[in-house]
């Protein structure tokens, strides 16, 4: 499937790829910035928050090592969509010759993209709620409105002013959930020891699986195939497509330090300031404790954090519905309309006065189910030199995406198995 020829994209023809300087390909980053922001969702918020309120440093490992999955799967799902020009939903949609075959793995696939829209539109809302007392209905309806605007921006200016809308809300993220580290330090002897992987009981267990089904999501694998293919639309020569994936490593590298920094920041606030305390376990309940433990700022400047994540990160659940749904279905939606469609099930929730929180942690369960479906083919398809030629995984490479994928499937089965059986 790998093809030939020259590489254009928004601007036109990308020159001398091949032989340009390091400095000249600053402006081949950023599609992994853009897959990043599923990273810092409000359900990574959520999980990241407990770990650290309830068990302290104990589960820092399972941040980190979240991270470094995270890093080979989005540069296999990069890899994909930049050798063969296409997505990971339009090569299986192709693969997938029965039709009822292909509808039903969109059904799973289309119910994972609605439980991730689901947790970010509910952030965005409780944010909101936090910060000017809106209802929690009207602040879900405000959040779907403004992430309309930002999808017109990339069906209007196309990708590149989309990323950058995008990157500048990771700005505020980054800073939102940061901060706070700085006034309460977290203790570099425990960071340590947390690097250390054990557990401390059942709810530690569903905890990290938690963390990792909130880090892996099965719509930031379909769409950062996408983004590159929408960035980067006709596959180069072999030599800078070569170049292109090296620039790719480093903006995968870029993207996935920064929502590493921020994840494992958010756990070491709540371990250093908020340990013990109770209600900490609900995003509510966490911004009034930092507001008693840091003060006002840190918890404005947190719940500002919260909105930005639910607005960057529901754009771009938005966008990745979309590609699912042309690329196995063959149909495609206009992003705004599609907008509309995916709202009414967090607006109805939210209407209904159902608990924001609870939510969360079942959106989280949802997405524990579609995780199988988008990592294994994205390995599978990875490791075959008929779809990506002399760009195929190498033996380890595969080994690593087997491994990676083995671990999520098995921690995620617990997570089910724990939350069915009340454990």
């Known amino acids: 499937m790998a093809k030939n020829n020259v590489r ?35 359900g990574n918020v959520a999980s990241n928050m407990t770990a650290g309120a309830r068990y302290g440093y104990l589960l820092v490992w399972v941040v980190v090592a979240g991270n470094v999955m995270a890093w080979l799967i989005q540069y296999l799902s990069a890899k994909l969509g930049i050798v063969t ?47 000017f007392g809106l209802p929690l209905l009207a602040g879900g309806v405000i959040t779907g409105v403004i992430s309309m605007i930002v999808l017109t921006v990339q069906t209007r200016r196309g990708p590149r002013i989309f990323e950058r809308v995008i990157v500048a809300l990771l700005l505020i993220i980054t800073v939102g959930f940061t901060a706070g580290v700085f006034f309460a330090p977290p203790d570099a002897g425990s960071v340590v020891s947390g690097l250390v992987p054990r557990f401390d009981g059942a709810n530690s267990v569903l905890l990290a699986a938690s963390i990792l089904g909130a880090t892996i999501m099965p719509h930031a694998i379909y769409a950062h195939s996408a983004l590159t293919r929408d960035r980067f639309p006709v596959v180069a020569d072999r030599a800078a497509t070569r170049r292109l994936l090296w620039a ?101 929730i939210l209407g209904v006065g159902f608990d924001p929180t609870e939510a969360l942690v079942l959106s989280q369960v949802v997405l524990s189910f579609g995780i199988p479906f988008a990592l294994i083919p994205l390995v599978w398809l990875t490791m075959q030199h008929g779809v990506l030629g002399e760009h195929a995984n190498r033996w380890f490479t595969t080994l690593a995406g087997a491994i990676c994928a083995v671990l999520l499937v098995a921690l995620n089965v617990v997570l089910l198995v724990l939350v069915f059986t009340g454990a």
Request: charged share 15%.
């Open 8 to 42: 254009t994209d928004a601007r036109g023809p990308i020159p001398e790829i091949a032989t340009a300087p390091s400095s000249r390909l600053l402006w081949l980053l950023g599609p992994a910035l853009v897959a990043g922001v599923a990273y810092l969702d409000p």
């Open 85 to 131: 020009g296409t997505s990971l939903p339009e090569i299986l949609g192709v693969r997938m010759r029965r039709p009822l075959t292909r509808r039903l793995y969109w059904v799973q696939a289309e119910l994972v993209a609605m439980a991730t829209d689901l947790a970010e539109i509910i952030g965005g809302a409780v944010a909101l709620n936090l910060l």
């Open 248 to 348: 790719t490593k480093w903006d995968v590298t870029i993207a996935m330090v920064i929502a590493g920094t921020v994840n494992l920041s958010i756990l070491l606030l709540a371990a250093s300031a908020l340990q013990g305390v109770a209600g900490t376990d609900t995003l509510e309940g966490a911004h009034v404790a930092l507001e008693a433990t840091l003060g006002p700022v840190i918890a404005t400047v947190f719940a500002v954090g919260l909105l930005a994540s639910g607005l960057a990160s529901t754009s771009v659940g938005a966008y990745a519905g979309a590609e699912i749904m042309h690329g196995l279905l063959r149909v495609r939606v206009p992003l705004v309309a599609r907008r509309v469609v995916t709202l009414i099930p967090a607006l109805l």
